[in-house]
């Protein structure tokens, strides 16, 4: 920790002090609590200035070191860490002081948002600085009565912020009284290290919102120092504490506070876009994988990555970075054990790619007992003849070609001659051992499905396939760019017959195969069917050129869809190779065929007991053709071009099962949608990708992995199977205990993914990952990651609607989450006020976080929603890493109304608060891009953007910016490609006009404001989640 | 009067017609008592050059159980124009066309020269040929290539309006689309499932609703023709189809070692006559399929793939050793009954040196009047000619086959039929002239052939039903009546209308008169095709038992001899050859089945029950010529007497035709004297076999296997093996060195089965 401290300021916003680590340390600073800041704004300002000196004291300093202030402050226990909340917090009796700092002065330091301004005196709680009045001395805050209430908005909200000014942050709520409080400390807190703190000031300016009562300015210095005021600059931040700690985030103060003030401050509460910001003005030297439970930098800052021994965690995150030892202590604080692995990810270009290892003939070397593969966790021993395996402690002789001496320390003197010694990820060579029916595999195949029914024809799909796949042609997979790839291709079309192609070589024209027996499939041609393109280029381009023009007249509407997959399962098995297929397709299939369907979209449905069935397949058909494909190595990708219902549930489960996508272009129009579908078929057929895989996960005694989470298929409790592993894949992997851990050697985890690559070679990639383990329950706070849980919460949730109502998903999440932070309040906060909110510093955005997951189309439909949709998104974040279930959950929002090159304006919070009548905004989350524009937005601004000067002019049908030549427009385009370029999926660009009908499209996205299908906003959440702890804990 | 063999010539001249009893036994107890039925063998399409078809409708009898055609045998009332009929006795006044009908101006069916007419009539539209080919792709690459070769040639031969088909077969089965330009459409079948017709049809795309949305461009609806896309006029596909076949490749499927390839056969065939039944029922169709190798897959197979399972022998079904023969013919037999119901009849050339399954498979051709060719390979011209002449045209450049025939016996009322033998197929017709008494195809007066060639013979049995008691009036006289319905290979509808009238004869009074009207030759064959079609379902010892019985019964029936005295024994002039033929029939390969395949075996019956007298005869009992310097050609006894050291002799056994030079001879060759100019006698000797050789080649169908051959020569096996064994091993030195050939075997030779003969039939305890 010391030596992070320097950074301190980061940690933890609200929360928790900030970790400890860094932190804090400054913090003492921030908290200036001592300000006695309850008082007026001035108050506030004194934090900040103060701050440095002797506010801590009563946090901080009481605090350990650093790090919590806020909340914790504080909780000794984890110094560091935690955030949250300084107990106290409100409930704080004042003493708050301390602990409160958090939001209230303690924070203060630092900026925390915080909570409250937690004026450190005494009434740091304060939070809420308002309402408060009353009781709170101290705490100012809210006393604890209102806690509940509080925190949701209830309490006075009017009066507060006046919605409207919302936006910023400090005038709504401000309220001048207690603006004061320390809120602005406890944010800031968190973040802002120290130094920013002092910021504050600035950030007053920001924030504007002194504009309002006017107290603020003492406070919202504060606030927003948290994150903001560093940053002054953004509005978003800015929230005024005021009204918001109530709920939740002043979390401790809220409660009280609320009846006070009403409504918590938006600006109070833990802000996301700050604790991004923090973490990547932090990250500034590579992260080095060596020291074991360290956590990374997080999935939204660019940081480069060393391996010292442990997997990047490119390739492995994990939930937490010091496991509890036992088992009961894991229980106890409900913190799931789980790791992100995504075993092929592609790793920047200045990142060196894994290694390939040949152990020679006799294959890798293993363990004996546990067959764990060779890592730099094996112990040499005995002069290096026999070697001590770091998972099963077995001890194994050293083949001799393998031997090597051991230096004084007991290394290997090759030890960083070799990546398997040295390294956390690296490959092997696999043997003949490994390969299926011990044969070593033949090239892998592609195989282009295209549905040719009257729709497909019609919507243009069917000759932008072929037109585009005779380009794709030349960009097959391949490990050396110099090399042709090796990967064969085949085609085949149907509607409810197929259509299978002899495009042989010798052949002056392709030939047509017609097998219309769909009821029992079979692959008609063997010779012919796959081929070399190469070799067959002429016969595949004059096939592709006639198949849009063959099928132009077509009447035919119903479709087969089972009999697809399964005529490219026997092309691959009667080539006796892996594969990957390509299917087009666009109706639900009802053409009489095993594995047709019928339209059961019932949204009556929905909201009832039965909601769950519409998740699962509605035939067993598929599951047993995906069993089938998997053994054969048949990875199916699914590019959907529905005009209805489709039953993706039911069409989903093959890709799913065999580690393909599903992309489903709803409504396909070639003009307006083409450009998206193109982007990700290349990509998807470009990318690299492994065949035939199977991963294992092998952990040191004491833990087991028990359940997994991805695309893929499991037909024992141990192998992950995955037909296809692409390089966007991604495996969540929980942990449990089935024994204790001991502190001393810490828990291992080897990933072991045996895969054919796409030349064809049979290897074995390893990824090693070694964490540490903890007897004190403030120690796993410490190290958890939050956008890691929220991407196991969200699998583990979408995977429960599958047998649960999604209400009781819901609650199941809720609860867990409560109990996690309640476990943590309970015993690493600091002793405060029971109302009072403390969040530990790097959970501080669970609730936040978890909210978007809940409000998610799959948990809480909006009445627009399609079963569809939902189906099709819970399949999607299955396989998806921890980057992409952060901007999916919480979505990258940018203002644009100054771009510098080089650098990406800092992101404002999801909520239109934060949106400016004159701004316009880019969201992005993955899968949508947007470009909203304000109502009174700049003409300037439209003319370098749209190059035109009105409003009113502006087409929002289009999915590209025109290209301009001003430099405003050419770095808001290289922004747009550059945000393409990050995800696995092409984003259409959406041209959203504030006050325009799409803007309710594009509302859905701003998930800290409350949604129309009765999601709750960040801040009512956030007293909701409070209120659930306070209940735990009483 | 002229000779019986002259009557029997002129009426199978004119009628194409030969009766055992060209006299008839007047009731049923005389009729059973003369052992070998009245019955004949009637050439439906028999070649009359001289006949031209009338263009007119045949006038019927108005009685509608009878429905017997106008014929010369009617009595004609021609002032009241009115006919009797004489089947049933119905009074029919005359169609009104005719009013102008007088002694003088008779129609042509009255004239006794007509007794058979061909009239063509104009029913419904004609409907053009089609040619389906049915084709197995599991061949070496030469004989593949020989074979599409051969399908090349075969679209120039057709007439341009016909309509064409292709499926090719290995273990898929493909249909192609023939309509369609750029990509090279097929439907592919798994080879493995037995699919129903209307499944073949939905997959093909060829029922209502789903030709609707097929893709590929819209259908034209026209006629039905345009509207099936896998049958096309030649003229309109003729590029594209030559083109198709000369693609065509092998199987591309791998052959594991010791595999045999997967052949899809059963299911081919299946879809090809799916394909036709939902196209065009009743209409005159050939498919034609070529194989290279048995069923190893899917309904209907022979033989598993395993090479380490040979095919099945007869040794192997004696033993009911034949896994898949039950199910396989029970398979092909469905499929033939529904392919003849639907008037389609199914060829099947298989050319390769193992069994290819015919002996299941026989059936398809054996009741749809298809015909059934074997060799070795495609790439002989034992293929290629046989195929060229299933083209073959007649003198009015009309080919040589008729479809969709429908065979009708009509009979008077003392007679009744038993049934058919030949390639046809019961229409289940129940008549007051069918009998109880079953003999071949029965139970029925109307047969399924559908396909005619001028040739088709067919056998058909009566019974004399006539009670003992109730005497023919003296020169009474009994007709039949042969009604062919066809379509003509010009698409024309035809009808032959052949009626025949013998007299009765009291067999008490005048069994002489019956047993000089005997025609032996004709009973051989027609005694011939019941024993092969009982062989067919029983035993071959029985089925020899049976002969033996029937033949012992004639010779104590119509030989002259004293009671248990062998030597007395005397047959007369007319029944004289008969126990020699029944002596070589015992040991043909129709009865026999030692030494042949059950393929084999089912080839030879197949073509036995078609071909007319001569041809059947010639199977029966081969020709020997024998060729020297001491004369011109003269033909000799089949026996091993005739195989001298200085002749040379040619050997017609129908399905090959073997040249042997005896011991001198083939030395003088070896020697090269024919090539000397002082030996050009020689040369014109060596030659002259030859020349008969090739004109035999030239007119038969199927083109037999030519066999030039010497003494010693291992092929020689194929004369020894049918002559005489007058000489053997056994009895070598009894007789004179010089004469002849002994032939190694244990075979009875016609002396010693002749004494046998003698002994039971004047056996008194017989």
């Not at chain 1, 650093?66 to 409100?90: A, K």
């Not at chain 1, 608060?913 to 009174?936: D, I, N, P, Q």
């Not at chain 2, 298809?370 to 390979?377: A, E, L, P």
């Not at chain 2, 004639?554 to 033929?581: A, I, M, V, W």
Request: glycine share 6%.
């Amino acid at each position: 920790a010391p030596p992070h401290s320097s950074q301190p300021p980061v940690s933890t916003a609200y929360s928790a002090a900030p970790p400890p680590s860094y932190t804090q340390a400054p913090p003492p600073v921030s908290s200036a609590p001592t300000q006695p800041p309850p008082s007026g704004p001035a108050a506030s300002q004194q934090y900040y200035g103060s701050p440095p000196p002797p506010s801590q004291q009563p946090f901080n300093s009481s605090l350990p070191p650093t790090s919590q202030q806020q909340f914790t402050s504080s909780s000794v226990p984890p110094p560091p860490s935690q955030q949250t909340l300084p107990p106290s917090s409100y409930s704080g009796p004042q003493s708050f002081p301390p602990s409160q700092p958090p939001f209230s002065s303690a924070p203060p330091p630092t900026s925390q948002p915080a909570f409250a301004p937690g004026p450190p005196p005494t009434a740091p709680g304060s939070f809420p600085p308002r309402a408060p009045p009353p009781s709170s001395q101290p705490g100012s805050y809210p006393p604890p009565t209102s806690a509940p209430s509080c925190q949701y908005p209830g309490p006075l909200p009017p009066q507060q912020q006046p919605p409207p000014s919302q936006p910023f942050p400090y005038h709504s709520g401000p309220p001048p009284p207690r603006a004061q409080m320390p809120p602005t400390s406890m944010a800031q807190s968190n973040h802002l290290p120290p130094g920013p703190q002092g910021p504050p000031g600035p950030p007053g300016p920001l924030q504007q919102p002194p504009s309002q009562p006017g107290m603020q300015t003492g406070y919202p210095p504060q606030q927003n120092g948290a994150f903001g005021q560093v940053r002054g600059p953004q509005p978003g931040y800015a929230g005024p504490y005021p009204g918001q700690p109530n709920y939740g985030a002043p979390a401790p103060a809220p409660a009280p506070a609320p009846p006070a003030q009403k409504r918590l401050d938006p600006d109070a509460i833990p802000s996301p876009i700050q604790v991004i910001e923090d973490d990547k003005a932090k990250s500034t030297e590579p992260f080095t994988t060596g020291v074991r439970g360290q956590a990374p930098p997080l999935v939204t800052t660019n940081f480069q990555v060393k391996d010292q021994g442990n997997a990047s965690p490119r390739f492995v995150r994990c939930t937490a970075y010091n496991m509890p030892c036992t088992a009961d202590m894991a229980k106890q604080s409900q913190v799931p054990l789980a790791a992100v692995v995504k075993p092929l990810a592609t790793l920047p270009p200045d990142e060196t790619p894994p290694y390939l290892v040949d152990h020679g003939e006799g294959g890798p070397i293993r363990c004996n007992r546990c067959k764990a593969y060779m890592c730099p966790y094996m112990q040499f021993i005995e002069g290096g003849r026999r070697f001590q395996c770091g998972f099963c402690s077995c001890v194994t002789e050293v083949p001799p070609h393998y031997f090597q001496h051991l230096d004084h320390t007991g290394k290997r003197v090759d030890c960083y001659d070799r990546p398997e010694l040295s390294l956390g990820s690296y490959e092997f060579l696999a043997t003949v051992d490994y390969c299926k029916n011990n044969k070593l595999p033949q090239p892998p195949a592609f195989i282009f499905l295209i549905d040719v029914s009257y729709n497909a024809v019609k919507s243009g799909m069917v000759s932008i396939v072929c037109q585009e796949l005779k380009t794709l042609m030349d960009y097959l997979p391949r490990e050396n760019p110099e090399m042709d790839s090796i990967v064969r291709v085949g085609f085949v079309t149907y509607n409810k017959v197929l259509h299978f192609y002899n495009v042989k070589s010798s052949l002056a024209q392709p030939q047509m195969l017609v097998v219309s027996d769909v009821s029992d499939m079979f692959v008609p041609l063997l010779d012919g069917f796959l081929v070399n393109v190469n070799e067959s280029r002429l016969v595949i381009e004059s096939l592709l050129d006639q198949i849009p023009e063959m099928f132009a007249d077509t009447r035919e509407t119903e479709t087969v869809f089972g009999p697809v997959i399964q005529a490219g399962l026997e092309a691959l098995k009667a080539a006796d190779c892996a594969g990957k297929l390509f299917v087009f397709h666009t109706s639900l299939p009802i053409a009489e065929a095993p594995g047709k369907l019928k339209n059961r979209e019932d949204k009556k449905l929905i909201g009832t007991d039965k909601e769950k069935s519409l998740f699962q397949p509605q035939v067993g058909f598929y599951n047993t053709l995906a069993k089938e494909c998997v053994a054969q190595g048949c990875c199916v990708d699914l590019f959907l071009f529905p005009n209805q219902y489709v039953d993706v549930a039911t069409l989903g489960v093959v890709p799913v099962s065999t580690g393909g996508s599903v992309y489903k272009y709803t409504y396909f129009q070639a003009q307006s949608d083409q450009e998206r579908f193109l982007n990700d078929l290349r990509r998807d057929v470009q990318k690299p990708v492994g065949f035939d895989a199977v991963m294992r996960v092998r952990t040191s005694t004491g833990i087991r992995a028990t359940d997994f989470f991805g695309s893929f298929f499991m037909s024992n409790t141990t192998d992950v199977e995955l037909a296809g592993l692409d390089c966007d894949k991604a495996i969540t992997v929980e942990f449990k205990h089935d024994d204790k851990l001991s502190e001393e050697t810490g828990a291992l985890m080897q990933c072991a993914v045996l895969y054919t690559s796409c030349s064809g070679q049979r290897r074995l990639r390893i990824h090693n990952m070694a964490v540490n383990c903890c007897s004190q329950l403030a120690d796993l706070y410490r190290n958890c990651e939050t956008d890691t849980i929220i991407n196991f919460f969200s699998k583990y949730a979408f995977r429960g609607v599958l047998n649960n109502p999604t209400k009781a998903v819901r609650d199941t999440l809720v609860n867990q989450c409560a109990q996690i932070l309640a476990c943590y309040r309970k015993n690493c906060a600091s002793p405060s006020s029971a109302g009072q909110l403390i969040l530990p510093e790097c959970m501080k955005l669970l609730p936040v976080y978890l909210n978007c997951v809940l409000k998610s189309d799959v948990l809480l439909p909006g009445a627009d929603v399609s079963l569809d949709d939902r189906a099709y998104l819970r399949q999607l974040i299955s396989c998806m890493d921890v980057t992409e279930t952060h901007v999916f959950f919480y979505p990258r929002l940018l203002p644009l109304m100054k771009l510098e090159s080089g650098s990406l304006p800092v992101a404002v919070r999801d909520s239109e608060e934060r949106l400016s009548k004159g701004g316009v905004y880019l969201l992005e989350t993955g899968l949508h891009l947007f470009l909203w524009v304000g109502a009174s937005v700049q003409q300037e601004l439209l003319l370098n953007i749209f190059g035109t000067p009105s409003f009113g002019q502006i087409d929002s049908s289009m999915t590209s910016l025109p290209v301009l030549d001003n430099p405003f427009s050419q770095r808001l385009r290289e922004i747009i490609d550059s945000f393409r370029a990050q995800r696995s999926r092409y984003m259409k660009l959406m041209v959203v006009k504030q006050e325009d009908r799409a803007e309710l499209i594009f509302r859905h996205f701003l998930v800290e404001d409350k949604s129309v299908s009765g999601g709750a906003s960040y801040v009512d959440f956030l007293c909701h989640m409070h209120k659930e702890i306070r209940q735990l804990l009483s | 009067m002229t000779t019986y063999q002259e009557f029997i010539q002129q009426n199978e001249g004119r009628d194409g017609v030969r009766f055992s009893w060209n006299l008839w036994p007047s009731s049923r107890l005389e009729a059973t008592r003369l052992v070998v039925p009245v019955s004949c063998l009637f050439t439906p399409l028999k070649e009359r050059p001289d006949l031209p078809p009338v263009q007119y409708e045949p006038v019927l009898c108005s009685r509608a159980n009878c429905k017997a055609v106008l014929n010369p045998l009617c009595q004609v009332d021609f002032r009241a124009k009115i006919w009797a009929c004489n089947f049933c006795f119905q009074r029919n006044p005359f169609p009104p066309s005719y009013a102008g009908i007088s002694e003088v101006n008779q129609p042509a069916e009255l004239m006794p020269q007509f007794s058979t007419i061909e009239y063509i009539v104009q029913r419904g539209p004609t409907a053009p040929l089609i040619f389906l080919y049915v084709v197995d792709t599991c061949l070496e690459e030469e004989d593949l290539q020989a074979l599409k070769e051969s399908l090349q040639m075969s679209l120039s031969l057709l007439p341009p309006n016909a309509l064409v088909g292709l499926i090719t077969f290995g273990r898929m089965v493909q249909v192609h689309e023939l309509s369609c330009e750029g990509i090279a459409k097929s439907y592919v079948f798994r080879g493995t499932k037995d699919l129903s017709s209307k499944q073949i049809q939905e997959m093909l795309g060829l029922t209502k609703p789903a030709a609707s949305g097929q893709q590929g461009r819209p259908l034209a609806p026209q006629d039905a023709a345009a509207s099936c896309r896998f049958l096309q006029p030649v003229q309109k596909v003729d590029m594209n189809l030559t083109d198709l076949l000369g693609e065509l490749q092998s199987d591309p499927w791998p052959v594991p070692q010791g595999k045999r390839p997967l052949r899809s056969t059963g299911v081919a065939l299946s879809v090809a006559v799916g394909l036709l039944e939902g196209t065009f029922p009743n209409t005159g169709a050939r498919v034609m399929l070529f194989i290279g190798g048995p069923p190893t897959q899917g309904p209907g197979m022979v033989v598993g793939d395993e090479l380490k399972t040979p095919i099945r022998s007869w040794h192997d079904i004696q033993k009911d050793n034949a896994r898949h023969l039950k199910k396989a013919t029970k398979y092909y037999e469905a499929m033939a009954n529904r392919s003849a119901v639907n008037g389609h009849s199914i060829d099947i050339y298989a050319c390769a040196l193992d069994q290819t399954g015919l002996l299941e498979m026989k059936c398809l051709s054996n009741l749809t009047g298809g015909h059934i060719v074997m060799g070795d390979s495609f790439n002989t011209s034992l293929f290629k000619q046989t195929f060229q002449r299933v083209f073959s045209k007649d003198n009015n450049g009309d080919f040589r086959m008729a479809f969709g025939g429908v065979l009708e016996v009509k009979t008077t009322r003392e007679l009744k039929v038993c049934g058919a033998i030949g390639p046809c197929v019961s229409l289940n017709s129940k008549g007051s002239c069918v009998s109880e008494n079953e003999m071949g195809i029965g139970g029925t007066s109307q047969w399924k052939v559908c396909s005619i060639n001028p040739s088709t013979t067919l056998g058909f049995y009566f019974e004399v039903v006539n009670q003992h008691n109730a005497p023919v009036p003296q020169g009474g006289r009994g007709a039949i009546q042969f009604v062919t319905q066809y379509q003509h290979s010009n698409t024309q509808r035809r009808i032959r209308v052949t009626t025949i009238a013998r007299n009765w004869a009291d067999a008490q009074s005048q069994i002489q008169h019956i047993e000089s009207s005997f025609d032996q030759e004709a009973a051989a064959v027609l005694m011939a095709r019941l024993g092969v079609f009982r062989a067919e379902s029983e035993e071959g010892p029985d089925v020899l038992r049976w002969l033996d019985r029937q033949l012992i019964r004639l010779c104590q029936k119509f030989g002259q001899f004293n009671k248990d005295d062998p030597t007395s024994f005397r047959l007369s002039e007319s029944l004289s050859l008969y126990p020699q033929f029944m002596f070589h029939l015992r040991r043909s390969p129709f009865l026999q089945v030692f030494n042949n395949s059950p393929d084999e075996s089912s080839y030879y019956r197949h073509h036995f029950v078609r071909q007319d007298l001569t041809q059947s005869l010639i199977m029966i009992q081969p020709i020997l010529y024998s060729y020297s310097f001491y004369g011109p050609p003269e033909p000799v006894l089949l026996d091993s007497s005739s195989i001298l050291p200085d002749r040379i002799l040619l050997m017609d056994t129908f399905f090959q035709l073997v040249i042997y030079h005896g011991e001198t001879i083939a030395q003088w060759r070896k020697a090269g004297y024919q090539d000397m100019a002082e030996h050009e006698v020689f040369k014109l000797l060596l030659q002259a076999p030859l020349d008969d050789a090739q004109e035999i080649l030239q007119t038969r169908f199927p083109m037999p296997r030519y066999i030039d051959t010497e003494h010693g020569g291992s092929q020689a096996r194929f004369l020894l093996s049918k002559v005489n064994p007058s000489q053997t091993h056994n009895n070598l030195y009894a007789w004179g060195q010089e004469t002849g050939a002994p032939i190694l075997t244990d075979d009875v030779s016609l002396q010693v089965f002749m004494d046998h003969l003698k002994k039971l039939a004047v056996s008194s305890s017989a």
